[in-house]
């Protein structure tokens, strides 16, 4: 049986044009927010290209120093 999340993250997937693994990489932070990326989520949310990369920028620097 299908659930509600996973037809969520489904609709989600298709509006960004990711796949489900892809999408499930971007939730579990192992896939980066690329600049194509960035800008689906920008039309999707209405938020920024340069707010999604600089969350993703911050999000690796945090990582990288072992802060997350």
Known sequence: FPTRRSSDLAR???????????V??????EAEITQRLA????RVFGVSAAFWMARENHYRESKRFGKI
């Open 12 to 22: 989600f997937a298709v509006m960004v044009g990711l796949t489900l693994v892809e």
């Open 24 to 29: 499930g990489g971007l939730l579990r932070g």
């Open 39 to 42: 800008k689906a989520l920008e």
